[in-house]
Structures are given as C-alpha cells and as structure tokens.
C-alpha cells in the first residue's frame, strides 16, 4: 500500500507542482511557515474609511520588506499624512499627501526615495527602522477622513510553505517531491541490473558446477572484499557524474549478493529428479536453463530485487551526499549534500536536512518489508523444488 | 593449519592484485592522455613528453604493470597535483585517524551488539530483545550519514556538547594528556554513530545465533550436570557460536571502510576517506589511487586478523580437520 502512494507521488508529484522548482521563491533558508521561531508570518491590513489605523501586535524579527498600496478618495481637499509609530514610541511620516480628491500610494520599504524620506542611507534597511524590537507597531491616517478607497499594508513573512526554502531560496517541498523520483528511478534500475547480472552469473555458475563455480565464486569473494563506496567514488570520479552513469556502477557492483543465492538454488536443483529426467529425455542445457530453471529462481530473485533495492537507493544517496552525483539532477542524496556544504548547519536550518533522510529512510523501509513478504511467500515454493 | 593459512594469505593476496590492477587500469582507460593523470596537467606539453619518459610511459603496458606494482608496495605514490608534495606525506598523517575511528568504531559495535544479543537470547521476549530487533531492522535503513547529520545537528549545534568539526582543535592544546582529550573529545560523536548504527545487526544476528545454540542438546546437558547459567551461557553456547560471529564480522569489514569514508566527510575529520574524496573532486588523481589503495590494504589487514581470530576462536581449523558449520 505504502508502495503504491510512494509511486503516485514520484510519478504523478512533479507535473502537478505550480512553476519550477528550480525557481526561488523566497528568501533563502526561510523556515517552514508552522515551525518559524523569530521568522515573522505574513500580515496583511487595510486602511479603508472606516477603520484609519491599522494596529500589528509584533512578536517577531523585522520583516524583510513593507508595501503599502492603494487609493484613497477624499472629499475634503485638505492635507493627510500617513504616520508609523514604532513600539517604543517614534514616529515616522511615511508619506504627505498636499490635497486634492485622490490619493494614489505605492510605497515600498525598498525604495531609496522611502529611505531618504525617513532619513537612513540607501543601503541601511528600513524595516528594521520601523520594526525596532518586539510589541505594537502602529499605521495611522492623520487628516481628514477618506469616503472611499483603500490602502492595503503587506509585510511578506520571513516563512514559507510546508517545508521552507533551501540556500538558494527554493521550496523544500517542492525539491522534496522531484527528488522522490530520482531515488527510485536510480534505486530500481541499478537493482534491476545488478539481478540480472546475478541471475545469469549465478544459475551458470550453478548449473555447471566443479571447477568453474569454484572459480566463479572464488572472484565473486574477492570482489566482495572490495570496499564499495571508495570504488563507486573512483569510478565516478573517472567515469564522471551522470545519471545512467550511476546506475551502472552501482548495478556492476551489487550483483554478488543474487548471484550467490540463485547459485545454491541451482547447486541444488541440478541434483534433482525432475532434471535427471529432463536431461533423459533428450533436453539440452540451455533449454534446462531457461525454461525450467529460470522460473524457479524467478521468486528468489524477486525478493532479491525488493531486498537490493534499499541497498541502491542508500549507495545513491551517499555518492551524491559525497557531491559525487549530477548537480543538476535534484535528488535527496544532493539535498543533504547541499545542506552539509552550504551552511544549513550554522543556519540551524532543520527543514534542510530531517525530510530528504526521513524520504530515503521510509522508502527503504517499505522495499524492506516489501521484500520480507515476497521472501516468504518465495519460501515454501524453494523447499517445493528441490527435492522432486 | 598450514592450509587454512596458505589459503588466507593467497586470498589477501590475490585482493591486493586485484586492487592495484584495478588502481592501474582505471586510470588508465580514462579518456584523454595518459600522462595527465600522473603528471600535473598544467604543465607544457615539451614537460610532459620529458615526463613520459621519465615514468617510463613508453615502456611496454606489462613492465609498467611490474613497476607499478612494485611502486605500490613501497608506498612511492608520486606528487600531488593540488600540493605539489608526495603524497605519501599527505597519507601519513592521515592513516592513523583513519584507523583510529575504523578500529574503534569496529570493536565497540561488535562488543556491545553481541552483548546485547547474548542478553537477548537469555531472556526471550524481554526488554533487551525488543530494544536489539527494533534498532537492527531500522538501523538499516536509515542512511548513516543522514543519523550522522542529525546527532551533528542535534549535539554540536542545538546543544553545544561537541565539536562541529576537525580531528583535533586549532590551536592544539598545549599538554600530552590534554592533546588525547581533546582527540577523543572530537572522536566521540563520529565513533559513537558509527556504533549506534553498527550495532543493530549485530546483536540481531547474534541472538539468532545464540537462540539457534541454546535449543540444542548439549546445552541441556550442560544445564542438567547443574553448570551455573553464566557459564552454561558464554563457556558453551556462545564458544560454539563464535566462528560465525567472526565470520560476519569479516563480511562487515568493507561495509565499515566505506562507511568511514561517508563520517569522514560528515565531521571534516582529518582521514583517507575524505583525503579519498577531496582528491577525487580536484581531479587530483595520484592522491586518490594511493588514498583507495590504502582503504584497500587497511580492508585486506583487517580480513586477515579476522581470520588469525578465527583459528584462534575455532579449534577444529588448529587440529587441521575439516570444518563443518
């Protein structure tokens, strides 16, 4: 079940996202929007004829930006200003209107003409100017009262989304959802080319037996003494970096685990009747191989296949943890290389590093279990055909 | 004796060709001249003729072999491309970390998993036992450096326990006792992950093992001849099961190097692995063959004491009988 929610979600995720999760979104390493700590939310509000002030309770860091948008329409023809008030007590006009019957207003706290109007250089921030510590912050109409219009105030908050920005301020969750593809697409392929390696390897070696499995398996024991991730590394580092790269290093060298069980399988088989009778008959090897053999190492290999695939996944993520993997190609293994090698530690930057281990580990979980089952319904069917 | 010796040792052996063969050729069918992987590419083009020479890159490819081989075993490794030094220098001081966080992250997880399994298997059903196959079956799934992360997260960030980085502070400290402090202060947190998470597999297959063990005969006999449980429990049942812990053991010594090379990077601790790493990334190609030949050695060393442990451990191979387990 769990299989098949994983599968939706790579498969049907990524085209349903809204725009390119490439493309930042907000200011980098921005918490998610439920868990923000001193980041502040989003607030909007609205100067309008009935209500001339606009009070904010504020209980955050300064925002990262203050807009102020709108029209208002008087009746009067006589001055209007609009005045901040800060929690401890200054005020700031932050525009003047000299009269007349409308009044258009697009401020935004960016603009060197707004800094200048409050007095800071160009290149000091201005919300920090009028977001001086924690408390109530007050925006004021002073004049006449408008009959219509309205001005509208927004703060864009320091959070975002489920799962907040990455260095580079793109949307975690979005990056979360691409990289659920990559894992499996290199997870699966590099398994399924490394059982098919085994298959063969293993029912020749099998299936021949003597002196020629003896030499099979003793290479297969000397390949197993090699440590994997420094020669998937050095194959990448000469091979380079691709993707389908990837996929067969990773396949030449996790076929030794299927090999070995297939090739008991058919150590044992070989000994059988049903093979004796078979080889009276008149049947040659090959047609031995394949069309009895084959079927009956399908379910081992099966549960191989689900029980490998965890393995790839892992050796994926922690070559491209290492930054041996495409950097253009967003996969989970990357997203925490990313976060280890540009600061989301000194960021404190939790979101960056807890979902794409928590993705790897929940995928592996459901292979493994997966695996678990096909292996023991595999089981009784292995005791079945070795002794007819 | 003698054989299951020769056999060993032929076995190591042939691992070490294989790794310098690999080393050799690897670099060799990369696209592109050859020389540029032994001599720095920046050099000119009437340098690196001189260069070929003087490798002897003109030489046959099978009495290049024999040279290679023959430089490998002498730890002549050639000159960094990045530093410009032999790289040996660079290797020198790295191996012991390397060693280091590898012996004791393998001792202690072997130590406490099979503790934990013996204790598993005594008491059926109990706190231990649900503790070991919990942690064995979820341990494998967790990407280590991802646990790794997080422990770096949660004790030398959240709460500044340990150190964020480095085998040892900058500035060093100033006494000896000191100086071993301050190394296994910046060793506890990579050492102590790798054992968390080496411990699981362990103890689980350990206590099969033991619980395997414990139904047979002689077990009970020992029980009935009124031996006390401790001894009935470790002398007995667990002598008998500890080739095939070894045996595991010797399985799990690559899993460890390559897991050293992914802590190494996690904690920037000063060891081949990353030495691995950073020169694979800087196309520094003298340093990485030498830094994967020394995580190959460092895997053959330790199957070998493995295997010394096993003579050791199971008498039928010291007799020179046949084993059947």
């Known amino acids: 079940m769990a299989f098949l929610l994983i599968l939706a979600v790579a498969a049907a995720g990524p085209p349903m996202l809204p725009g390119d999760p490439g493309r930042a979104v907000a200011k980098p390493f921005a918490p998610p929007a439920w868990s923000g700590g001193d980041a502040p939310p989003p607030f909007s509000g609205a100067i309008t004829p009935v209500s001339r002030e606009i009070t904010i309770d504020w209980k955050w860091d300064a925002p990262e930006n203050l807009t102020l948008k709108g029209q208002l329409v008087f009746d009067e023809d006589s001055p209007a200003r609009l005045v901040w008030t800060t929690a401890e007590g200054d005020s700031f006009t932050l525009a003047t209107f000299r009269g007349g019957r409308f009044w258009e207003v697009d401020l935004d706290a960016r603009d060197m003409a707004f800094k200048t109007g409050l007095g800071i250089p160009p290149f000091a921030s201005a919300t920090s100017l009028l977001f001086p510590g924690r408390g109530v912050q007050t925006l004021s109409l002073e004049g006449p009262a408008p009959s219509g219009g309205s001005?509208?105030?927004?703060?864009?908050?320091?959070?975002?989304?489920?799962?907040?920005?990455?260095?580079?301020?793109?949307?975690v969750l979005s990056l979360f959802i691409v990289g659920a593809r990559v894992s499996l697409l290199v997870g699966i392929s590099a398994t399924l080319l490394a059982s098919l390696l085994g298959l063969s390897i293993?029912?020749?070696?099998?299936?021949?037996?003597?002196?020629?499995?003896?030499?099979?398996?003793?290479?297969?024991?000397?390949?197993?003494?090699?440590?994997?991730?420094?020669?998937?590394?050095?194959?990448?580092?000469?091979?380079?970096?691709?993707l389908w790269q990837l996929v067969v290093i990773l396949g030449l060298f996790s076929w030794m685990g299927t090999a070995r069980t297939v090739r008991?399988?058919?150590?044992?088989?070989?000994?059988?009747?049903?093979?004796e009778n078979l080889r009276s008959l008149g049947a040659g090897s090959w047609y031995i191989l394949y069309r009895h053999l084959l079927p009956e190492a399908m379910p081992v290999v099966l549960?191989?296949?689900?029980?490998?695939?965890?393995?790839?996944?892992?050796?994926?993520?922690?070559?491209?943890?290492?930054?041996?993997?495409?950097?253009?190609?967003?996969?989970?293994?990357?997203?925490?290389?990313?976060?280890?090698?540009?600061?989301?530690?000194?960021?404190?930057?939790?979101?960056?590093?807890?979902?794409?281990?928590?993705?790897?580990?929940?995928?592996?979980?459901?292979?493994?279990?997966?695996?678990?089952?096909?292996?023991?319904?595999?089981?009784?069917?292995?005791?079945g055909g070795g002794g007819r | 004796m003698r054989s299951y010796w020769t056999k060993r040792v032929l076995g190591a052996a042939a691992v070490l060709l294989l790794v310098i063969a690999a080393n050799f050729f690897l670099f060799r069918i990369m696209p592109g001249d050859v020389v540029s992987t032994i001599v720095d590419p920046r050099f000119s083009p009437e340098a690196k003729e001189r260069m070929r020479e003087v490798f002897g890159l003109d030489l046959p490819l099978g009495r290049q072999f024999v040279i290679y081989v023959r430089r490998m075993l002498t730890f002549d490794f050639g000159i960094s491309f990045l530093s410009q030094r032999?790289?040996?220098?660079?290797?020198?001081?790295?191996?012991?970390?390397?060693?280091?966080?590898?012996?004791?992250?393998?001792?202690?997880?072997?130590?406490?998993?099979?503790?934990?399994?013996?204790k598993a298997a005594r008491k059926r059903g109990g706190f231990t036992e649900k503790v070991v196959l919990?942690?064995?079956?979820?341990?494998?799934?967790?990407?280590?450096?991802?646990?790794?992360?997080?422990?770096?997260?949660?004790?030398a960030y959240t709460f500044p326990l340990f150190p964020l980085r480095g085998s040892v502070s900058i500035p060093l400290p100033e006494a000896g006792?000191?100086?071993?402090?301050?190394?296994?202060?910046?060793?506890?947190?990579?050492?102590?992950?790798?054992?968390?998470?080496?411990?699981?597999?362990?103890?689980?297959?350990?206590?099969?093992?033991?619980?395997?063990?414990?139904?047979?005969?002689?077990?009970?006999?020992?029980?009935?001849?009124?031996?006390p449980d401790g001894r009935v429990l470790w002398n007995h049942a667990f002598r008998s099961a500890l080739p095939p812990v070894l045996t595991l053991f010797l399985l799990a010594l690559p899993g460890i190097v390559s897991g050293a090379v992914l802590t190494e990077t996690v904690f920037s601790l000063h060891g081949v692995g990353k030495y691995l790493l950073d020169s694979i990334m800087g196309h520094d190609y003298p340093a990485a063959g030498a830094a994967f030949y020394i995580l190959g050695l460092l895997t053959i060393a330790s199957n070998l004491a493995a295997d010394a442990a096993y003579a050791l451990a199971d008498p039928r191979i010291r007799v020179g009988g046949r084993v059947q387990s």
Not at chain 1, 209 to 215: E, H, K, S, V
Not at chain 2, 198 to 223: C, H, P, Q
Request: include cysteine.
């Open chain 2, 86 to 118: 032999p790289v040996w220098d660079e290797l020198k001081s790295r191996v012991p970390n390397t060693v280091a966080l590898l012996g004791s992250a393998l001792v202690l997880s072997s130590a406490l998993g099979t503790w934990l399994g013996v």
């Open chain 1, 151 to 171: 001005l509208g105030l927004a703060l864009p908050g320091g959070r975002w989304g489920l799962l907040g920005t990455d260095q580079r301020g793109r949307d």
């Open chain 1, 202 to 242: 293993g029912l020749t070696s099998g299936y021949l037996g003597g002196a020629a499995d003896a030499l099979i398996m003793r290479a297969v024991d000397v390949l197993l003494s090699i440590p994997v991730l420094p020669i998937l590394m050095v194959f990448v580092g000469i091979w380079g970096k691709g």
């Open chain 1, 264 to 275: 008991s399988l058919a150590l044992s088989l070989r000994e059988s009747c049903y093979v």
């Open chain 1, 303 to 383: 549960a191989a296949v689900s029980l490998g695939v965890p393995g790839a996944i892992l050796a994926e993520a922690g070559l491209s943890f290492l930054g041996l993997s495409d950097p253009r190609v967003i996969s989970w293994g990357r997203m925490l290389h990313e976060a280890h090698g540009f600061g989301a530690f000194t960021a404190g930057a939790w979101w960056l590093i807890i979902p794409p281990g928590l993705g790897i580990s929940l995928i592996c979980l459901v292979f493994l279990d997966m695996g678990r089952a096909i292996e023991e319904m595999a089981d009784p069917r292995l005791k």
């Open chain 2, 134 to 155: 919990l942690s064995g079956s979820v341990s494998f799934s967790f990407p280590s450096f991802f646990v790794q992360l997080v422990l770096l997260l949660l004790f």
């Open chain 2, 177 to 227: 006792a000191a100086r071993v402090l301050d190394y296994l202060w910046h060793l506890l947190l990579p050492a102590g992950s790798l054992v968390l998470l080496g411990f699981g597999s362990w103890a689980i297959y350990v206590r099969n093992l033991m619980v395997k063990t414990l139904g047979e005969d002689f077990i009970l006999m020992a029980r009935a001849k009124g031996l």
